[in-house]
């Protein structure tokens, strides 16, 4: 088949190279000028790996990224260092750190050449005709992907789009630049700390820097005049290495954004022959960490239930309806649980955070840890065969 997939994000670039090397004709569209990753550090947990491996990628993202929770303590601590959870690296759930534009970059490297068109604003149409409008010029495909982001156009055209919701906090991240030597906090654990509306998150990557991430309860749009310095100020007093982390990284290195997800998941991800993948179907915040595993978790679906599709015949529809009711019910949990889990973390209240931080400690690392592993598991569906 003919497919064509806008959005060259995480989720776009893994189904386009799948579907390509099940033997479908690709083209990819992406509206900046140069496609890259923006952002910082990424944690890929085993379920996009069960996924990457589905479509043959497996290998290719394990090459830039690195075990981290193999190696590490893991868990959550309080503003002064004390642990709330502590999970060993003998129990950890399977987890790799990369940073976002070498994943960006080994995900190009597998496209075949002429297959990624970057300046491109492609609209659909509005009926789910599998058709793209680029430049003025309409070309057709047997099917769309729609994977451009929470604020996708594709979404809006084809009347899904619930709007999106502020989540009432701010982030930011940033990368550190390379340690000659790392210091035993980061060398020894992976950890975010949570205080009183706030959060700090630290994630060792593979080429001896650090990821770390911060988040603070904030009206939406707040203006602050020096990022680095608001940083400072709110974490700055925090365990170490937390200060030593933000010293080490270059102020215009920080990046910010206001945490948005859907506010309502879509009645459904397909309209005729159209088909809607990773945040532009299910943008979630990101206290699960599972927004770029549910984008790929989408990919190696499509790709897998297409395997064997090669018309836009009925085996079509039957793929796309597959995809709908696995996809739909697997986010809608995840899109829930990490909404409850950020309101959860973000509590400021004293009494709130007091009772929060007390039933954290008193819930075994083993219940967790089994937790996360059934929020982690991902199995691919039977590819769809003619009937």
């Given at each position: ?223 602050f005049e020096d990022q680095h310095r ?57 206290d699960l960490g599972q927004g770029a ?95």
């Open positions: 088949m003919r497919i064509a997939v806008i959005g060259a994000g995480i989720g776009g670039l893994v189904v386009a190279a799948g579907l390509q090397s099940g033997g479908h004709e690709v083209a990819l569209y992406e509206r900046r000028d140069e496609p890259g990753a923006i952002g910082a550090g990424l944690t890929l947990f085993g379920n996009a790996f069960a996924a990457l491996d589905a479509v043959g990628l497996g290998n290719v993202v394990r090459g830039v990224s690195g075990d981290m929770f193999g190696r590490l303590r893991s868990g959550q601590r309080t503003p002064s260092g004390s642990w709330l959870v502590s999970v060993p690296p003998s129990e950890a759930t399977t987890a790799r750190s990369l940073h976002r534009a070498d994943l960006h970059a080994a995900l190009v490297a597998e496209l075949d050449r002429g297959t990624l068109h970057p300046n491109s604003r492609a609209l659909v149409s509005a009926e789910g005709e599998p058709e793209v409008s680029v430049d003025g010029r309409t070309e057709r495909f047997d099917l769309v992907v729609g994977a451009d982001g929470i604020r996708s156009e594709a979404r809006r055209t084809w009347g899904l789009d619930p709007g999106v919701r502020y989540a009432g906090y701010t982030a930011w991240r940033g990368v550190t630049a390379p340690a000659e030597v790392l210091s035993d906090e980061v060398r020894q654990a992976t950890s975010e700390t949570w205080g009183r509306g706030a959060r700090f998150g630290i994630v060792p990557l593979p080429d001896r820097r650090v990821y770390w991430f911060a988040t603070l309860s904030t009206p939406a749009g707040a203006a608001v940083l400072c100020d709110r974490f700055g007093s925090w365990h170490r290495p937390i200060d030593d982390l933000l010293a080490s990284t270059p102020p215009e290195a920080v990046l910010r954004h206001d945490i948005y997800d859907l506010a309502a998941m879509p009645t459904r991800f397909v309209t005729g022959r159209g088909v809607l993948l990773g945040d532009a179907a299910h943008a979630m915040t990101p595993g549910q984008a790929i978790e989408d990919a190696a679906t499509l790709v897998v239930l297409l395997r064997r599709v090669r018309d836009s015949g009925p085996v079509l529809d039957r793929a796309l309806a597959e995809y709908d009711a696995v996809r739909r019910r697997r986010t809608t949990a995840l899109w829930r649980q990490s909404r409850l889990t950020g309101m959860i973390a973000q509590q400021a209240h004293p009494v709130a955070v007091a009772i929060r931080n007390a039933l954290m400690r008193a819930t075994p690392s083993a219940l967790m840890v089994h937790t996360a592993t059934r929020l982690q598991r991902w199995s691919p569906p039977e590819s769809v065969d003619e009937i």
